[in-house]
């Protein structure tokens, strides 16, 4: 697989950014609150269950209390005090971003890093809280090692420490003799490098046993020591970045140390340092600057960047196009205040929550507007149509604390039924369909779009 550094495209990086999530040990979780700034949901993502060792709903519910009684006893106070003094800040200047040791499932206490971002109202009150979770316990580890060395290898340990900042592991190959000297290494790698094998045979295993699936073979290729001398001709390095297992990312480097007549090296240095902290931030950043806040679902600037993706690249035939609008929502802001629209709003993200596994692989969802929806699925019409019915079955048994229920006009375009369609227009499709529904409901129902009314969304006494 052709490694991918920073000429990702941004389609491409949205297309990955669960895997992202997952693959650099980045946990989501998301708190929901009323006008009153009172929690009323909370979510902890599948990510981030596994994470801490447990595997869905039913041994980690989303729940505050099962998360604040594994937070370790020294920390607890501290946390839930910094997160809530984050929550009543109205003037969104107290950040979320904390170090704390937590009690994992089947690993004990681990030290992980919690930081999150809070959405709020015109007035302040906090409207979500979307966050992520990222364990920093080796980092942890290592820092307090050095802390707790002999004070008689204090210059020693200071040296050591300045090159475990700089590298995470470093040998000197000779390539002419096949030969690896140790001068520091990463723990997981001493079962190889012990290995009584030729170099070459060495680094594969390294990298086989090391790297996560989607970068193996590129790292292979990298490392490779029997192609490495011809492709450092003439130059003094070579690099190239990868996710570890163990490490998450880390930046390779090959460095010419001796060279031979024709340029070729015959000895390199070869390092790794870990750069995971930085890429958990850039993907952080990444993913909030692509995510709605209020929903958890992608934006219109990641929706935008979905259509240019597909507008240059093939449309897979089992793709469907829908298009989603919560009928009367202005009006419900209207007539009875945003707190009714929200709940609408949050009443639809929940259904299609609780109906993923009907939605297809790969499949996104898109805020595209205040009260529009967009949905790219992978399914066969048959596929779609069994997840439409339950969709408009959840839709109208759905019923609020301040408006008694909800409608939904969708539209939809299957690629498999437009095979010559383009997705400019199979959207367009989608959305006249939407539209058409949209009028009939509002027809059927005797109603004005453009007038304020409450006769089909009433206030729950």
Known sequence: MPMKDNNFTETEIVNEAELLQEALGSGAWS?????????????WSQVFRRM???????DFPNEIKPFTDRIHKNDKQKIIRLYWNAVKDYTNRTIYDVEYQFLTKNRGYRWFHAAGRIARREDGSPISFVGFFIDIDDKKKLEESLKEADAEKSEQLRILKSLADMYYSMHLINLK?????EYSSGGELKEFLDKKIPATEKMRLIMENVIVPQYRDSAIKFTDLTTISERMRGIKTLSSEFIGQHTGWFIANFISVEIDN????????FTTQII???????????????????TGFMNRRAYEAQLEF???NPIPDNLVFTVFDINQLKQVNDTLGHAAGDELIYGFADIAEKLKHLQGKNKKIYRTGGDEFVGIFYLTPDEYAIGEREFFIHVNQWQGRLVKNMSIAAGHACKVDYPDANIDE??????ERMYKAKTEYYKNNGLDHRQPTISQFDSIS
């Open 52 to 58: 801490i060792g447990f595997k869905d709903e039913s």
């Open 276 to 294: 995971d902290e930085r890429k958990q931030k850039e993907q952080v950043l990444f993913l909030r600057s692509v995510t709605d806040d209020m």
């Open 31 to 43: 708190m929901t609150f009323d006008q009153n700034g009172e929690p009323t949901s909370l979510k």
């Open 262 to 269: 024709d340029g070729c090296p015959t000895v390199v240095l």
């Open 426 to 431: 199979l959207a367009k499709l989608a959305d």
């Open 177 to 181: 003799t096949g030969t690896i000297t």
């Open 310 to 312: 597909y507008r240059n």
